[in-house]
């Protein structure tokens, strides 16, 4: 069973197809891996997906429905959300601000009851900070609580996005080179963070990045993306062993 199903999705930006009929499923459950050399157009499937690009064809399924063209906060609301290549925090907010804020897309309460701090506001403002807590504490956030976000070191910085993206509840999380910039010890706790992650909120993960011995990893299932086609998709092994993969991309530095 697949949660996320890609049918000849594609992008055209005027004369450039930076995706080009792709096929492809992320099955329900797994850790599921995106790579490619640069300007691939993997982070344009990750923009498809989440609604922030419009497919110029094809559709894109999730759970079955249709969700290709659809407005970004709905497909958060339907349970894909992400973090960005190039990170996006609040700077100026604390660690805990910045989970905080993301939490608050949860609040069912409306404007009277928070103005007047009716009970239907405080039970959920309590819950709402209690799962800023929780998320806090699993990603190794919670001594760094009152730090503001741009003064983190920069592999902490990319597990507060996570915890963001995790903040919005998510059936489906997207990772888009979440190790980029990390040392091979930062990258190592970031593969058992997600590993970790994946089994406590019953997620499904695709996972864009460079770092081999990461996607090669924790991956079930790997997709091979070049010049905005699918080159190959398989088990890590089979990807290893490819021969149009190791003269694409693996024999060559991504
Ligand atoms: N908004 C855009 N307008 C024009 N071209 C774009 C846009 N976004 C991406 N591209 C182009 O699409 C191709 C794929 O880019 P991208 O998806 O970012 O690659 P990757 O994430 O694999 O490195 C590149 O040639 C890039 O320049
Ligand atoms: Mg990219």
């Given at each position: 069973m697949e949660i996320l199903e890609l049918k000849?999705?594609?992008?055209?930006?005027?004369?450039?197809?930076?995706?080009?009929?792709?096929?492809?499923?992320?099955?329900?459950g797994t850790i599921t891996g995106l790579i490619g050399p640069n300007g691939a157009g993997k982070t344009t499937i990750f923009n498809l997906i989440t609604g922030v690009y419009k497919v110029t064809r094809g559709n894109i399924l999730f759970d079955g429905k249709d969700i290709a063209n659809k407005e970004?906060?709905?497909?958060?609301?339907?349970?894909?959300?992400?973090?960005?290549?190039?990170?996006?925090?609040?700077?100026?907010?604390?660690?805990?601000?910045?989970?905080?804020?993301?939490?608050?897309?949860?609040?069912?309460?409306?404007?009277?009851?928070?103005?007047?701090?009716?009970?239907?506001y405080k039970r959920e403002e309590k819950q709402l900070k209690e799962q800023a807590e929780n998320l806090m504490e699993i990603m190794g956030l919670k001594d760094r609580r009152d730090l503001v976000a741009n003064n983190l070191p920069y592999g902490l910085q990319r597990r507060l996005e996570i915890a963001r993206a995790l903040a919005l509840n998510p059936r489906l999380l997207l990772l888009d080179e979440p190790a980029a910039g990390m040392n091979p010890d930062e990258t190592d706790q970031l593969m058992h963070l997600i590993f970790e992650i994946r089994k406590k909120f019953n997620l499904s993960v695709l996972i864009i990045d460079h770092h081999m011995d990461l996607v090669m990893g924790i991956c079930e299932k790997i997709m091979v993306l070049n010049f905005g086609c699918k080159l190959a998709e398989g088990t890590p092994s089979e990807i290893q062993n490819n021969t149009k993969v190791i003269e694409a991309y693996l024999g060559v530095e991504g």
């Amino acid at each position: 069973m697949e949660i996320l199903e890609l049918k000849g999705a594609t992008k055209c930006f005027g004369g450039l197809t930076a995706v080009g009929d792709v096929n492809f499923t992320v099955p329900k459950g797994t850790i599921t891996g995106l790579i490619g050399p640069n300007g691939a157009g993997k982070t344009t499937i990750f923009n498809l997906i989440t609604g922030v690009y419009k497919v110029t064809r094809g559709n894109i399924l999730f759970d079955g429905k249709d969700i290709a063209n659809k407005e970004p906060y709905l497909i958060a609301d339907v349970g894909i959300t992400r973090t960005f290549q190039n990170i996006r925090l609040f700077k100026k907010l604390s660690v805990y601000e910045n989970i905080l804020t993301a939490c608050h897309n949860n609040a069912k309460y409306n404007v009277l009851d928070a103005v007047l701090r009716l009970p239907q506001y405080k039970r959920e403002e309590k819950q709402l900070k209690e799962q800023a807590e929780n998320l806090m504490e699993i990603m190794g956030l919670k001594d760094r609580r009152d730090l503001v976000a741009n003064n983190l070191p920069y592999g902490l910085q990319r597990r507060l996005e996570i915890a963001r993206a995790l903040a919005l509840n998510p059936r489906l999380l997207l990772l888009d080179e979440p190790a980029a910039g990390m040392n091979p010890d930062e990258t190592d706790q970031l593969m058992h963070l997600i590993f970790e992650i994946r089994k406590k909120f019953n997620l499904s993960v695709l996972i864009i990045d460079h770092h081999m011995d990461l996607v090669m990893g924790i991956c079930e299932k790997i997709m091979v993306l070049n010049f905005g086609c699918k080159l190959a998709e398989g088990t890590p092994s089979e990807i290893q062993n490819n021969t149009k993969v190791i003269e694409a991309y693996l024999g060559v530095e991504g």
